[in-house]
Structures are given as structure tokens and as C-alpha cells.
């Protein structure tokens, strides 16, 4: 399903986030959640987010669509381009029109994310209400529609049920079709199947990759599951610490890490297609303190490669083949010249470090 | 239901007849023995307590709460007839206006989280909670009423009548709403398909009142009995404030002229009343919660 899509990716970019900080404002201090996060977005992709925990994957998403709690959150700097339209500048009604007829977003868990006294078929009507100029008959027939679409059977008796009504798998269903309904051009999935059970996992998937094909419709999906990245992404952005370390086709980042963070995450990964028996090794180490983070590289601290500048001076980002960035110091000449051997940094699952 | 209401009426009356003194005591002056002996024969006193409480059991099975004792020839049925509607009618002005403005004070506190509106609305609470309402009562009598002259002082007649005393007696079940309607409203709020609505591009006021309101309101359901209990007990004290010709007056009156008959029947009233209500008030409970619908049909 890669081909019919390829040409679509080479247009302009559908979105376009340039240099992204975001900030907290907090009792403790200003938490700096993104610090100068960039992200591409081709029409009919797929991009994946991964990262450890508390890197910034859902601040990030959250600000495309400028969801962050409006009291603490501050986009400082950067730009964020739909279509070449800036939207940092946008007024809250006119982000309003662009929430769900543009831009959508499904969260981890239907089971909170989807309202519990409000009937399934009026949260996926009004969503139609509020965007387009059908009257509510219309609505309910495209309701009815959509879930047949996402795989929900008996759609017209289902319109009536309330949230309790429904089995996991069938509840993120009926959030993708509310995310849906009105044919946006970016869906941003975070954590879609985490709280999910692995057969209901692959078959939601299926259904992105389905719905995608269908609509056409852009997909930036946060996991920490590298499977998940492998199966249905096109791109993968590895993010640490509230930047972007490492980004490229997922072929080509997982096969050629050259982060030593995305080195670090794949052997700390489970994978079925090795026959090896190597330990899975976790990063020793935390990630930083994002009130008062790192000069140099964030990763400086616990990377096993690391050298003296990477803890004083940011490295600049490079571009080791096409399409494929990377920003960290050993992609530096320097560095090259500094390196004992001058063996390919290392294959999945058995980083040479 | 009914085991209730009969443990209710056992405690009262033998409550009752434990305290000293009897419905022909007099201050002051002096009754005819023979009189008296006349009249508690009339009435059934002379009688053992246990044989007097079977008698009273009997007559109300049968709906006959009796005559009363210091108003003959009037019955404690007539009283109620008389009473009950005047009583209703205040208790349901004051509710209504409690739950409307306790539920708009606790949802503008807190869309209004840690602002001034907020502040204000709960200390506001407090005072309302903490503040007796006979002492709402004489202050709204003397300011309103008294040096504003904007509204009767007492009595009961035209709507301009029912304000004082309908406010007086609302400030505590009100104070109480908007407390706990903000707290459920903060916590709303903050619940994740209070993002998925505001991802659907919806305008604030429809989240709060589609999305919020409904979830946040559910638990004020609950407190409704123990609100109309509130206002129930309330309504005795305000009554016979603004010498409105309610139950509570005639409640009020019959514990001081130890009218035992009138005690134990618009006890046995009000019990029954709010055994009713609270009944009604799970049912209500059912038919808004989706969710609990659902556990009944399954049980
Ligand atoms: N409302 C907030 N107030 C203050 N800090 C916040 C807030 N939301 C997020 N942060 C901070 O921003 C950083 C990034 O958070 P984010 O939720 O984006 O992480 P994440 O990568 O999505 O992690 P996870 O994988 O656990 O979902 C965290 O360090 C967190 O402490
Ligand atoms: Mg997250």
C-alpha cells in the first residue's frame, strides 16, 4: 500500500513545523516541554513520534492543534504551517473552525476520552453540526456511515448506546470515527493502542491503514511501540528530552540508527524477527531536567559514546542520507576522524558501542 | 419503606409521652381536676402508654390522625389540608430557587477557578452553610423588609409574601449546591472528553452546557433528599418567623401546647413525605445516569 501514495509525497508538505518551543508555566519554574522541534508531514503519510516517556510527544501533538492548557502552556517561538497557512497566529474561533474539520486527534483511552451520558451517535452528530451546513438528518446518515466505516455493526441501533455499551476495541472505533466524520486532512493519534490488548492492537491498525487508504488522510501517530512504528508508519521522529533527535523513513532509521539514543531505544526493544538471543538493555540513566535542561546535547549524560563537547555545545543537525536528519555531534567530521573504527555505527538490536 | 415510617412513629411517641408535662398544663392557671379528668379521659390519657400507643397505631392505618388537643374542635387532618399547601408551596419556591442559582453560582465559580467570581461564591458558601437561616430570616426582615420597606415583614397572601421567607429558607441548600456543583465541575473539567469535545472544534458555552454540566449536576441529585429534609426542617423554624399559616406554625405550636396528636401527625407527615421523596429522588437518579439504567436491566 506504500506505492499509489508515493507520489502524493513528493508535493509540498501538508504540514510544517518549524523550530516548535513550547513552555509550562509552573509553580516549580517554567518547564521547557518542546525546545525547537521540527516535523514534516506529506499529504496521505504516515509519521510516527517515539520517544521516551515525558519527551514532549503529546505537547507537541497537543500544540498543532493548540489543545494545551491555555493558562500554563506558551508556545514561545516557531511555526506551525497547515496547507502554507500559519497557525501560531490564529484567533481561538478561528482555531475552533480547524479542530475536527481539519486537524483531529483520538486519544489513548476511549473509555475517558468519550462522554459517558451523552449518547455515541450525538458526540459523533454534533462533531457534523459544528462543521458543516447539513441538516440533522443528514448528520445521522453520515454517522451511520461512518461507523459501518470504522466496522461497527448495526450502526443504527448503535447511534442510541452509551458509551458502557461498547468493548475496548469497539469504543477507539467509534473515537476515530468522531475524528473522522468530517474528513480532515491530519489525524494525530496519541497512544492510540497502548491501552489496547495485542489482537484488538492489529486490527485497530488495519483500520488506520484501511481509513488511510480510503481518505487519504495524514496520520502522525505517538507510541512507545516500535512494532506499531514498523507496521504502519512511513516516517519515524525520535524525540528526546523536547527536541527532535533523529528522523527519516522507518526503514532507514531502524536499519542505520545513527543516534546513539535511537540506538539505545531499539536494543531496549523486544524483537520478533531476531533470532539472536541478546538481552534487551534499557538506557541506564533518566532523561533531564526539563526546568533547567542541558547546554549541550540533552542525551549528553547518557550516552555511552559521548564526548566533551556534547555536553557544552548543541550539535547541529545533518543529514546523513536523503531524508534521513540526525542531530548529534559524532555526525560531526571531527568526530568521524576521532572514532577507532570505521565500522557502520550498528544494526538494530546489537548497537556497536 | 413502611418499617421506616413505623420506627419513625414508635421513637416519636414514645419520645413524647416521656417528656414531662401534659396538652393541660397551663402557665400560670389553674385547671379544674375534674375537668382535666374529664378531658384525658375524652382523649384516651388515662389509659396505660403501651394501650394508648395500639390505639394510635389503629387509627392510623385508617389515615385518621386524630383531633387535635388544645384547638378542638380541629382535626390534625384539617390542619394538614389547611397547612400542607401553603408549606409546599414555599419549600418548592425555595428548592427550585436553590438548585437554579446553586448550580449557575458553582459552575460560574468554576469556569472562574481561583478568580475573584470564585472567591466571592464561596465565601459566600460558607456564610451560607455556617449562617442559621433564622438569622437570614431576621436579617432580610430587617433590612428588606423593615428599613427598605420593600417587602411585607411577615405573613402570607401574595407572591411578594413568599420572597423573604423563600429566600431565607434557600440559602442553605443553595450554599450547599454551589459548593458542591463547583467541585464536580472543576473535576469535569479536567476529564479527557472535556479535550476529545474542544478537539471537535465546539464552542466553550456548548462543552460546558452539553458536555460538563450534565456530569457535573449528577451527584446534586443524590443530595436532593437530604436538601428537601433540610428545607423540610428549615420551613418550622421560618414559618413561625414570618407567622405563615404553614405545618411547621402548627408544628411549632403543638410542641409548645404538648398537642400530641398534632406533634405525631405532621411527624408521621413529614416522614412519609420524605421517604417518598427520597424514592422518587433515586428513581430521578436512574433515568438521568445512562449508566445506571444499564445495571438495573442486567440485575
Ligand atoms: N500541563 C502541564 N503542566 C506542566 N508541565 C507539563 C504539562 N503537560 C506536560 N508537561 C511536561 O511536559 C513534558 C512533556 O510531556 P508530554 O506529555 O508531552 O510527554 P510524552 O512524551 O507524551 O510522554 P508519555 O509518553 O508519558 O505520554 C513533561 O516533562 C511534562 O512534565
Ligand atoms: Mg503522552
Known sequence: MNQPKNDTKAGQPLLEVKDLHVTFTTFGGEVKAVRGVDLTLRAGETLAIVGESGCGKSVTARSLMRLLPERTARITSGSIKLKGRE????????LRQLRGSEISMIFQDAMTALNPTITIGEQIIEGILRHQKVSRTEARRQAVEMLELVG???????LKQYLHEFSGGMRQRIMIAIALVC???????????????????AQILELFQMLQERTGVSIIIITHDLGVVAKIADRVNVMYAGRVVESG???????RPQHPYTLGLLASMPRLDSDRTIPLRPIPGTPPDLFAPPPGCAFAARCSRAMAVCGTYPPERTEPSPGHTVTCWLQDPRAQAVRPESQPVGTAGRPAI | MLITLWLIVTITFFLMHSVPGSPFDRDGKEANATVIQNMMEHYGLDKPVAVQYLMYLKSLVTLDLGPSIAHYPDSVNSMIDRGFPVSLSLGMIALVFAIICGIALGTVAALRQNGLL????????VIGITVPNFVVATMLIKYVAVEWKLLPVATWGTWKHMILPALALSTGPLAIIARLTRANM??????????TARAKGLAPATIV??????NAVLP????????????????????KIFAIPGMGKYFVDGINNRDYAVIMGTTVFYSALLIIMMFLVDIAYGLIDPRIKLHKKGA
Not at chain 1, 474528513?183 to 492492537?201: F, G, H, N, R
Not at chain 1, 523513513?249 to 536499519?255: I, L, Q, R
Open chain 1, 249 to 255: 523513513p522507518v526503514g532507514e532509521v531502524f536499519h
Open chain 2, 220 to 239: 446534586v441529585v443524590t443530595l436532593l433528599g437530604a436538601l428537601i429534609a433540610n428545607i423540610l426542617t428549615g420551613s418550622f423554624v421560618i414559618e
Open chain 1, 87 to 94: 497557525l501560531t497566529g490564529l484567533s481561538e474561533k478561528q
Open chain 2, 186 to 195: 472543576v473535576e469535569v473539567l479536567t476529564q479527557d472528553y472535556i479535550e
Open chain 2, 118 to 125: 470564585d472567591s466571592f461564591a464561596m465565601i459566600f458558601a
Open chain 1, 183 to 201: 474528513k480532515p486532512s491530519v489525524l494525530i493519534a496519541d497512544e492510540p493502542t497502548t491501552a489496547l490488548d495485542v489482537t484488538i492492537q
Open chain 2, 209 to 214: 452546557f452539553k458536555h460538563a454540566l450534565r
Open chain 1, 152 to 158: 461497527i455493526s448495526h450502526p443504527q441501533t448503535r
